[in-house]
C-alpha cells in the first residue's frame, strides 16, 4: 500500500502529533507526517521529495503565503486549509485560500480527516486532469490551421480560434466575440450560414462536409468544408452551435483543373478521328475512343473495355500486334509512325494504318500501361503510289528532254565550230590559191602569209576551248584562299585593264576560310568574267570583285531555283561576285549566255565558248555560275562555292 506525504505548516507541535495518532488510529492508506514551522523550511521540505498534500494552520503567518506560492508554481499536491473554528472561516479569509478543502482544528476525528484528505486529492487530481485537457484543448485550438468556433442560439460567436480569426485578419481570437457571420461575409452568404445553424439547433442534426464559398474583403475567394453541430450544455440542451471549417482552396482548384482536363480529354477523345486506346498490363483494354471502338464494328466503349486484341483480330494479326506490344512494354521505348498493312475483312476493305505506341506508368499501380493512336493513312499512300508514278515518269521525260537538249547543243556546238573554223579555212584556201599564182609580188604574199597564220591561230583557240569544255580532266583540289586566287587573276589582267580604260575594285571579305578548289581553274573562271565584263564596257568603267560568306535563302526566288540543285536553304557558301557598270545584257538574250558559240560582243571579239567553259569548271567544283542584271546598270557575275570539303553525295 503507497504512503502518502503531507506536509504540515505550523508552530504548534501538538497538532502533528495529533495528525500521527488520527490518521495511525484508524484502517486506510498510510501517512507520513512532516511537520514545518516556517515557510522557508517547509519550501525546502516540499524542493526535496515527493509530498501529495500540504496542510496549513491558518493561524500561521506565513500559511496564505505558502498556498499562494504553491498555487503559482503549478504544485500538483492537494492543498487543505486549517482553521481554528468556524468564526475563522470569513468570506475574505477563504477567497485567500486557494485550497481543495478546509478543516476544523475542533472536529478533527479519525474519518473526517480522512475524508478531507481524499476528496481534497481527489478535487485536485480532477482539477489537474481538467487543466491538462484546457491546455490541450487550447493548443488543438490555437495550433490546429483549420477554423474552429463555438456560437450561442443567436449565431454569434463565443469562442473562436487563432487560425479562424487570422482567415478573416484578426491578430486575437477574442476580437471575434460577440460578432457573426454578418460582420464577415456578404448577406446572402452569412443568412446561408445562418440558416443551416438555426435548422441545426432545432433539429439537433449536424450538418457534415458542406463545400462552401468565402468572398474576402480583399476579394479573393475561398472554399472550405464545413462540418456544424450542435453545441450542447451539461443538462444536454442545446445552447447553440459548434464547427470546424478547412481551408480546400487548393484542393478545390486542383479538382476543378483535373475536372477540367477530364472534360478536355474526353472532348478530345470524341473528336478525335484517330483511333487511340489504352491496354493494361494483361493486356485488356481500359480506354478507348469512339473512333477505336467504331472501328471494330462495336456499338459502345463498353462492348471492349475488359478484353483484349484477340477478341476482334484474327490469330496471325493478332500475333503482330501482340508482339508489338510486348516489346514496347519489354524496353520501355515507344513505337512511332510505323506503316502497318491491314487486309480486307468484313468491315474494311485492305488498308494501311500508321500506328504509334508508347508506355505509360501508371502512378497509383505502378503497372506498365500501353498507349496506342493509329491513324488510317489509306488514302494517302494510294496518293503517294500515284506521286511517285508521276515523279517516275516525269524523270523519264526528263531524261528523254535531256537527251533532246543534248542534240540540240550538239547541233549547236556543230553548227558553231563548222561557222568559226569554216571562215578561217576560207581564208587560208583563198590565200593558198593565190600563193600558188605566179604574178604575186614580195609583200602581197607575206600580207598572204599573215592573214593564213591569223586565220589558223583563231581556228586554233576554238579548238582549244572546245578541248577545255570537253576535257574530263580530274580537277587537282587543294584548300586555298580564294582571295589570294581574286588578287592573282586581277594583276594577270591589269595591262589589259588600263588599255580598256577599265578600273578594278576589290572588296575582298577579312577572315574567310579556306575551301577546297582548283586555284588554275578557278583563276581561269574570275579571267573569263573579267573579260566580259571589260568587253562589256567599250568606252571604260569600273569592275568591282566582291568576296564574301553568304546563306542560301535570301536570294531571289529565280536565283533559289538555281541554287537549291547544288545547296540547301540555310547553307553557308563562298560566294565572288564580278559586276560592270555596262549596259547589260538583252532579257530575251540572257538565257542564252551559256550557249555555245553565244556571244553579244563585236563579230570576230569573242568566239562564244567563254561563259560555257567558266559554267562548267565553276561546276566540277560543286558550285553554281549566276547572271543577272543589276538594278543600277551592269550585270553581275556570281559564283557560288561550297565551304566544307566534304561535299554532301546528293550534290554532287
Same mark, same amino acid.
Given at each position: 500500500m503507497k504512503e502518502v506525504r503531507l506536509l504540515l505548516l505550523s508552530e504548534a507541535i501538538s497538532i502533528a502529533d495529533k495528525l500521527r495518532n488520527l490518521l495511525g488510529?484508524?484502517?486506510?492508506?498510510?501517512?507520513?507526517?512532516?511537520?514545518?514551522?516556517?515557510?522557508?523550511?517547509?519550501?525546502?521540505?516540499?524542493?526535496?521529495?515527493?509530498?501529495?498534500?500540504?496542510?496549513?494552520?491558518?493561524? *500561521?503567518e506565513d500559511a496564505i503565503r505558502l498556498l499562494n506560492h504553491l498555487k503559482?508554481?503549478?504544485?500538483? %499536491?492537494?492543498?487543505?486549509?486549517?482553521?481554528? #473554528?468556524? %468564526?475563522?472561516?470569513?468570506?475574505?479569509?477563504?477567497?485567500?485560500?486557494?485550497?481543495?478543502?478546509?478543516?476544523?482544528?475542533?472536529?478533527?476525528?479519525p474519518l473526517l480527516v480522512r475524508q478531507v484528505l481524499r476528496f481534497a486529492r481527489q478535487r485536485r487530481h480532477s482539477q489537474l486532469l481538467l487543466a491538462r485537457?484546457?491546455?490541450?484543448? =487550447?493548443?488543438?485550438?490555437? #495550433? =490546429?490551421p483549420d477554423r474552429i468556433y463555438f456560437k450561442d442560439r443567436n449565431s454569434r460567436f463565443l469562442r473562436v480560434n487563432m487560425g479562424m480569426a487570422r482567415a478573416f485578419g484578426f491578430e486575437n481570437p477574442d476580437d471575434l466575440r460577440g460578432k457573426s457571420d454578418f460582420d464577415l461575409h456578404p448577406y446572402a452568404r452569412a443568412q446561408d450560414a445562418f440558416n443551416d445553424e438555426q435548422k441545426i439547433i432545432q433539429t439537433g442534426q449536424a450538418l457534415l462536409g458542406k463545400d462552401e464559398t468565402e468572398q474576402h474583403a480583399d476579394g479573393h475567394m475561398r472554399w472550405v468544408n464545413t462540418l456544424k453541430m450542435p453545441l450542447r450544455n451539461?443538462?444536454?440542451?442545446?445552447? %447553440?452551435?459548434? %464547427?470546424?471549417?478547412?481551408?480546400? =482552396?487548393?484542393?478545390?482548384?486542383?479538382? +476543378?483543373?483535373?475536372?477540367?482536363?477530364?472534360? +478536355?480529354?474526353?472532348?478530345?477523345?470524341?473528336?478525335?478521328?484517330?483511333?487511340?486506346?489504352?491496354?493494361?498490363?494483361?493486356? *485488356?483494354?481500359?480506354?478507348?475512343?469512339?473512333? *477505336?471502338?467504331?472501328?471494330?464494328? +462495336?456499338?459502345?466503349e463498353d462492348q471492349i473495355l475488359g478484353k483484349s486484341s484477340a477478341d476482334f483480330f484474327p490469330p496471325e494479326i493478332n500475333r503482330q500486334l501482340s508482339d508489338q506490344d510486348k516489346k514496347v512494354r519489354k524496353t520501355n521505348e515507344p513505337i512511332t509512325n510505323f506503316e502497318e498493312f491491314r487486309p480486307a475483312t468484313e468491315l474494311h476493305p485492305a488498308r494501311w494504318l500508321l500506328t504509334s505506341k508508347v508506355p505509360l506508368k501508371d502512378p497509383v499501380s505502378g503497372e506498365v500501361l500501353l498507349v496506342g493512336i493509329s491513324r488510317d493513312i489509306t488514302e494517302q499512300k494510294h496518293t503517294q503510289e500515284k506521286l511517285e508514278n508521276v515523279i517516275r515518269e516525269l524523270r523519264d521525260t526528263q531524261s528523254e528532254l535531256i537527251e533532246a537538249e543534248k542534240l540540240k547543243i550538239?547541233?549547236?556546238?556543230?553548227?558553231?565550230?563548222? *561557222?568559226?573554223?569554216?571562215?578561217?579555212?576560207?581564208?587560208?584556201?583563198?590565200?593558198?590559191?593565190?600563193?600558188?599564182?605566179?604574178?604575186?609580188?614580195?609583200?602581197?604574199?607575206?600580207?598572204?602569209?599573215?592573214?593564213?597564220?591569223?586565220?589558223?591561230?583563231?581556228?586554233?583557240?576554238?579548238?582549244?576551248?572546245?578541248? $577545255?569544255?570537253?576535257?574530263?580532266?580530274?580537277?587537282?583540289? $587543294?584548300l586555298a584562299s580564294i582571295n589570294l586566287v581574286v588578287e592573282r587573276a586581277a594583276k594577270l589582267i591589269h595591262h589589259r585593264s588600263l588599255k580598256a580604260k577599265v578600273k578594278v575594285r576589290l572588296e575582298l571579305a577579312a577572315d574567310?576560310?579556306?575551301?577546297?578548289?582548283?586555284?588554275?581553274?578557278?583563276?581561269?573562271?574570275?579571267?573569263?568574267?573579267?573579260? #566580259?565584263?571589260?568587253?562589256?564596257?567599250p568606252n571604260g568603267g569600273v569592275i568591282e570583285i566582291r568576296t564574301a560568306l553568304e546563306k542560301i535563302g535570301l536570294e531571289t526566288e529565280a536565283l533559289k531555283g538555281q541554287l537549291i540543285e547544288r545547296f540547301r536553304i540555310g547553307?553557308?557558301?563562298?560566294?565572288?561576285?564580278?559586276?560592270?557598270?555596262?549596259?547589260?545584257?538583252?532579257?530575251?538574250?540572257?538565257?542564252?549566255?551559256?550557249?555555245p558559240f553565244f556571244t553579244t560582243g563585236p563579230s570576230g571579239k569573242s568566239s562564244g565558248l567563254g561563259l560555257m567553259v567558266t559554267k562548267n569548271i565553276v561546276e566540277r567544283h560543286h558550285g553554281v555560275l549566276t547572271l543577272r542584271n543589276r538594278h543600277t546598270g551592269g550585270v553581275e557575275a556570281k559564283v557560288y562555292l561550297h565551304l566544307d570539303p566534304k561535299i554532301p553525295p546528293n550534290k554532287k
Open positions: 488510529s484508524t484502517a486506510g492508506l498510510p501517512y507520513t507526517i512532516i511537520s514545518k514551522q516556517s515557510f522557508d523550511d517547509a519550501q525546502r521540505a516540499i524542493d526535496s521529495f515527493p509530498v501529495q498534500v500540504v496542510m496549513a494552520d491558518m493561524a *500561521h503559482q508554481s503549478e504544485f500538483n %499536491g492537494a492543498l487543505v486549509a486549517l482553521f481554528d #473554528n468556524e %468564526g475563522a472561516m470569513t468570506p475574505t479569509s477563504m477567497a485567500r485560500c486557494p485550497v481543495q478543502d478546509t478543516l476544523l482544528k475542533s472536529r478533527m476525528d485537457e484546457q491546455s490541450l484543448f =487550447t493548443e488543438l485550438l490555437n #495550433n =490546429t451539461a443538462r444536454r440542451e442545446i445552447i %447553440g452551435t459548434m %464547427g470546424i471549417s478547412r481551408d480546400i =482552396t487548393n484542393e478545390k482548384l486542383a479538382e +476543378l483543373a483535373l475536372e477540367r482536363e477530364k472534360k +478536355l480529354l474526353s472532348t478530345l477523345l470524341e473528336v478525335l478521328p484517330d483511333n487511340l486506346y489504352v491496354k493494361d498490363a494483361n493486356d *485488356h483494354y481500359i480506354i478507348s475512343n469512339p473512333s *477505336h471502338w467504331r472501328e471494330l464494328g +462495336l456499338e459502345n550538239v547541233g549547236r556546238l556543230a553548227s558553231g565550230v563548222a *561557222h568559226e573554223v569554216k571562215n578561217p579555212l576560207n581564208i587560208i584556201l583563198m590565200a593558198a590559191d593565190t600563193l600558188c599564182s605566179e604574178d604575186i609580188d614580195e609583200d602581197e604574199r607575206k600580207e598572204l602569209c599573215k592573214e593564213i597564220r591569223t586565220a589558223v591561230l583563231k581556228a586554233n583557240d576554238v579548238i582549244f576551248e572546245l578541248l $577545255d569544255f570537253s576535257a574530263a580532266k580530274e580537277l587537282k583540289l $587543294d574567310l576560310p579556306q575551301i577546297p578548289m582548283d586555284p588554275q581553274k578557278m583563276e581561269q573562271v574570275l579571267i573569263n568574267l573579267i573579260f #566580259n565584263a571589260i568587253n562589256a564596257m547553307d553557308e557558301v563562298m560566294t565572288i561576285a564580278v559586276s560592270d557598270n555596262g549596259m547589260g545584257i538583252d532579257k530575251d538574250n540572257l538565257g542564252k549566255v551559256f550557249e
